[in-house]
């Protein structure tokens, strides 16, 4: 088999699932730390694990060009390069290949482009992606699309999403299918409902282990990304899991949850851990700000996090402003759990039929 994915509990339009995988069982709705580089910036693997953590996020162009996946491959595969023993989904580079602007060029065979680090050229195509991901040994590999950028034309939107589909073919055509390894599509199509349907009916008929929604959370706001995911969600199969790139804030979770999504990553947890936020039960806090520096109190009470049991705010503010790397080490991890936390909570509330009246600060 691939992955595997069943429903045991639903709330609404919410789920709560069992992801399995050749790394383990996940539970949805789930949260994935980034781990671009083959590192959750700040933290260990066991710290990431500690937080309840079972699966992360790596990245096909980033680890294609340093240190190479057949590097990595020759090493054992990320799981043990990393030490990482849980799950793993890659990206599959699309997303960073775009953000390239001048450096690159797209066309119907994929996308040549030259190297951030040193300039070298190369040429990233659905065969390569899938072909990396598989060296990388991720259990959930991602089709190679083109993320369309925001705000766009419609016909511009409309040509990159078909692109996108057929790009998405040759992906699925390429995926060596093993036991407890799976592919997903991405759904595209901008913020045109018809569009994503479009898209999401294309996708499906190619016949994806799961399916992502993409192209979203670049702009758009809150409100515009919930009608699209409302725009999508029905168009696709409710025996597998959905997830919601690159989102996102608290509330965002929330929301996207009670519309149906299963999967999330997004680098807002650990760069505002770098940056001296930590996400609490109360709202936000800005462990910069002076009002912290004789606080005693942990930053969140109910937290189980080594900054919450063992660290005062007033700590954290100290190493906040004296730039110590303890203090994005402690406010990572804190964050991490805090989403971990909120993940669960979700999931006990949808078992127990409550997830309408559930909301956060």
Not at 120 to 126: G, I
Request: glycine content about 10%.
């Amino acid at each position: 088999m691939t992955v595997g994915f069943q429903v045991v509990a639903t709330d609404g339009a919410a789920r709560c699932g069992r992801l399995t995988t050749a790394h383990g069982v996940v539970e949805t709705p789930c949260f994935m730390p980034v781990g671009t580089v083959a590192t959750v910036k700040a933290m260990k693997s066991d710290d990431v694990a500690a937080t309840g953590a079972r699966l992360i996020l790596g990245n096909t162009y980033h680890l294609m060009l340093r240190p190479g996946a057949e590097r990595i491959a020759a090493l054992g595969g990320l799981h043990k390069f990393m030490n990482w023993p849980h799950a793993i989904l890659t990206d599959s580079g699309g997303f960073q290949v775009m953000s390239l602007a001048g450096l690159r060029r797209i066309g119907e065979e994929g996308v040549e482009f030259r190297s951030h680090i040193d300039g070298s050229k190369h040429l990233l195509t659905p065969e390569r992606s899938i072909e990396v991901q598989h060296l990388l040994g991720a259990d959930i590999t991602m089709a190679f699309d083109e993320c369309t950028p925001f705000p766009a034309e419609r016909a511009a939107v409309e040509a990159s999403m078909e692109l996108s589909m057929r790009w998405a073919e040759r992906s699925r055509g390429a995926f060596v299918e093993r036991a407890g390894h799976g592919i997903f599509g991405i759904v595209q199509g901008g913020v045109h409902p018809d569009l994503r349907e479009r898209s999401a009916r294309r996708l499906t008929e190619i016949d994806f282990d799961g399916y992502a929604i993409g192209g979203l959370a670049i702009g758009e706001g809150q409100e515009t990304t919930f009608a699209m995911v409302e725009a999508t969600v029905p168009f696709l199969p409710e025996e597998r899991p959905r997830y919601l790139m690159g989102v996102g804030k608290p509330a965002d979770l929330v929301g996207a949850v009670k519309r149906g999504i299963d999967m999330f990553d997004c680098v807002l947890p650990t760069r505002s851990g770098r940056t001296g936020q930590a996400f609490t039960r109360a709202g936000p806090l800005n462990l910069r700000n002076s009002r912290h520096a004789d606080d005693r109190a942990p930053v969140d009470r109910g937290c189980r996090c080594p900054a919450c049991t063992g660290y005062s705010r007033a700590y954290l503010h100290h190493l906040v402003r004296s730039s110590e790397i303890l203090g994005a080490m402690l406010l990572t991890a804190h964050n991490l759990t805090y989403y971990a936390d909120l993940m669960t909570a979700m999931r006990d509330a949808i078992a127990e039929g409550r997830l309408a009246e559930f909301a956060v600060p």
